[in-house]
């Protein structure tokens, strides 16, 4: 048996020449292994660029990856003792190879007397000129790429490490965000179809040993949202329970139910993006009629007493936007703005039958206040008043008496928030802008985005979406797109994006996101700080959070959607919300987000600009590992961040082709050579130009 010392000796192949904080060189003895090392135990290659070494240290063995491997000439053979000593001295070639300082292996002893090794990241003491360099063992390369805690989920194996599997941490990979970066074909759907998948099943196996079951079916409480903008996901999660998949078109045979989000879900920030409202006129109106037709002010059924409380209400929150901008004795223009908005309110202000005399008294009060005002102006000129505040006061005051004796309160009339998720329907909202409008003068200033706002509710194929005919509430949304409630059953939610128009494809994919959020803030405060862990999965990231101009004035759909998720990438974690993003433009998207990122599974990236962002986001000691991603295979990626300790290289596990993404190079040499395809495009036609809804009707 040979000494701890001797077999030291056996494995090492070099010593240490050179030594700095970020890089450590090596000078290779003559004997070491040039191409396969034997003397580790098991074969393997070595050396390779990215492989690990050790240099013996005081507290374990300092693990190093290697960077780079080169000849140096030397002036004479390096000789060891004297038995070549009478070879003619003539130059020399000798290896040189710079690693990377990871990190140290300590070694542990058992009461067993086996030895064991724990992976550390950090540095305390660096090795010395002249220190040993050695080749690890198998057991101490397994260590270093399958050290840390709760490794829960196999995602596959390191080709360098000796095939070390390679496992993760489900609360470190999506509790801190993960990014899936790579080139079209390079196998990042398939990635993130399989640590899905691969997640799902190991805490179904987790689940049956606590449990004590068998080989019965375990549901997990599991939740994943997908939003896939190209319809790859439907077949990748079959055989895993609660899948549920839903489109912007119903599909009973491929299991594809009706995808609803409701116009009453979008917030004034996606109905601003979507109809282009301009600040002036525009924007304050679709605000004032959002919050009009959440509170229910436009229902045609609603009693006259509680029609004039809304009205009265609306006026009190409008005239005192005017009094605190000072607009009624500014003069010019603006005072004769508010001179018409006077005269259209005041035209709202009549009695009906069915008022008690106090309610009559108090309108007729109001309307001698609107008198009151249009005697009191000061300029010569009426075309152009100017009203003194006392008498504009003095309306405020009777506007606000009125409404405290047609039942309302202090509370009323604070407005009502724009973005509460309150249903409406879009006859409403359009009545609701047409009333507001001319309320506030606006008419003729509206016409464009009533149009547009025309255009998306006449749109057959995003009526069932956004204008479902089944009344749907909050919480049953919430109970079929996050979790099913009152149920430890977890889902897979997939929301196949591709067939929705595009003009909406950016708010649909907003809302999706964004009630996702706001549903997790409010489940946490209500459940004293308990989350409800979630992950969001976002395909195409690059379209849907891509980096934007902040200085534009009108924020588009675009900038909007990037918004949403750079609050999820800020907030998420905090409320249990993770993200995945997959992407193969990282350099197009938001630098919030990818900053936001903690851990990364990069596979090839051949675009300079994408190689410059992926270096940004590493030390610099640890970019030599990068270098190789142009020339990664399919299938290999390199793991990196909060959810590995140190940087690996990864050969995905093998994912089952029926469970693979469809998302496959087109075949054209086999379309060109072998198969016959009968085009009909009259069925296509047909579809597109919608046809078959037109008959039904």
Not at 395 to 417: C, K, R, W, Y
Request: hydrophobic share 35%; glycine share 6%.
């Amino acid at each position: 048996m040979n000494t701890p010392i001797a077999s030291s000796e056996s494995l090492q192949i070099g010593s240490v020449d050179f030594v700095s904080p970020d890089e450590i060189k090596v000078l290779l003895d003559l004997d070491a292994p040039s191409d396969v090392a034997l003397n580790s135990g098991v074969p393997r290659p070595f050396p390779r660029i990215n492989s690990y070494v050790l240099i013996a240290g005081e507290g374990g063995y300092l693990v190093c990856q290697i960077e780079w491997i080169t000849i140096e000439r030397s002036q004479f053979p390096k000789r060891r003792g004297m038995q070549d000593f009478g070879i003619l001295d003539l130059p020399y070639p000798l290896r040189k190879m710079s690693v990377i300082p990871l990190g140290v292996l300590k070694e542990n002893i058992g009461e067993d007397n086996l030895c064991s090794y724990d992976f550390v990241r950090g540095i305390e003491v660096f090795p010395t000129v002249g220190d040993p360099v050695l080749i690890p063992t198998q057991t101490q390369l397994k260590s270093i790429v399958e050290s840390g805690s709760n490794r829960r989920v196999n995602i596959g194996i390191s080709p360098l490490a000796g095939n070390a599997v390679v496992s993760v941490d489900p609360d470190r990979l999506f509790g801190r965000h993960l990014a899936v970066l790579g080139n079209t074909g390079s196998g990042k759907s398939c990635s993130v179809a399989g640590l899905i998948r691969w997640s799902v099943e190991s805490a179904k196996t987790e689940r049956k040993k606590k449990q004590g079951q068998g080989q019965g079916n375990v549901e997990t409480n599991t939740r994943f949202i997908i939003l896939d903008p190209n319809g790859e996901y439907t077949k990748s999660f079959t055989g895993l329970g609660d899948v549920r998949i839903y489109g912007a078109e119903k599909n009973e045979k491929q299991g594809i139910e009706q995808l609803t989000v409701p116009l009453w879900l979008w917030n004034t920030a996606e109905w601003v993006a979507f109809t282009q409202a301009s600040g002036k006129a525009q924007k304050p109106t679709l605000v004032q009629a959002l919050r009009c037709v959440r509170d229910g002010s436009i229902k045609t059924e609603t009693e006259p007493e509680t029609k004039m409380r809304r009205y009265l209400r609306s006026l009190i929150s409008l005239n005192q936007l005017e009094i605190t901008n000072g607009t009624p004795w500014m003069g010019g223009g603006k005072s004769k703005g508010y001179s018409e908005s006077l005269h259209t309110w005041k035209d709202g202000i009549k009695n009906e039958n069915t008022f008690t005399q106090v309610e009559t008294n108090s309108v007729d009060k109001v309307s001698r206040a609107f008198d009151a005002v249009f005697n009191s102006n000061t300029s010569n000129n009426p075309d152009w008043p100017k009203y003194p505040r006392t008498t504009v006061e003095q309306l405020q005051q009777e506007l606000m008496t009125a409404h405290s004796v047609f039942g309302g309160t202090d509370n009323d009339v604070l407005p009502i928030d724009a973005d509460v998720p309150r249903p409406f329907t879009g006859d409403d909202f359009l009545r609701s802008i047409e009333a507001n409008a001319e309320m506030m003068g606006t008419s003729d200033y509206v016409e464009t985005m009533i149009m547009r706002i025309k255009t998306l509710l006449a749109d057959a194929k995003l009526k069932p979406v956004i204008c479902p005919d089944e009344d749907v509430s909050l919480d049953d949304w919430l109970d079929k797109y996050i979790c099913p409630s009152n149920d430890k059953n977890g889902s897979i939610t997939i929301v196949d994006l591709s067939l929705l128009p595009a003009e909406v494809t950016h708010i649909i994919t907003s809302v999706m996101a964004r009630v996702t959020l706001e549903a997790l803030q409010r489940y946490r405060r209500q459940n004293n700080g308990e989350t409800l862990p979630t992950v969001l999965v976002m395909e195409e990231a690059h379209t849907f959070i891509k980096r934007y101009n902040a200085d534009t004035e009108n924020e588009n759909a675009t900038a909007m959607c990037t918004k949403v998720f750079e609050k999820i990438a800020r907030e998420g974690r905090k409320y249990g919300l993770g993200l995945v993003l997959s992407s193969q433009r990282p350099s197009e998207l938001s630098p919030t987000v990818i900053s936001q990122c903690n851990s990364f599974l990069l596979h090839r990236l051949s675009n300079d600009r994408d190689q410059e962002l992926v270096n940004k986001l590493v030390p610099d000691n640890l970019r030599g590992i990068l270098r190789e991603l142009p020339s990664l295979p399919a299938r290999n990626a390199i793991l990196l961040g909060w959810a590995s300790e140190l940087p690996v290289m990864v050969r995905m596990n093998y994912l089952n082709e029926h469970f693979r993404p469809k998302s496959d190079d087109p075949e054209y040499w086999n379309t060109w050579t072998e198969s016959d395809k009968t085009v009909k495009w009259d069925e296509v036609s047909r579809e597109w130009q919608d046809y078959s809804n037109t008959e039904r009707s």
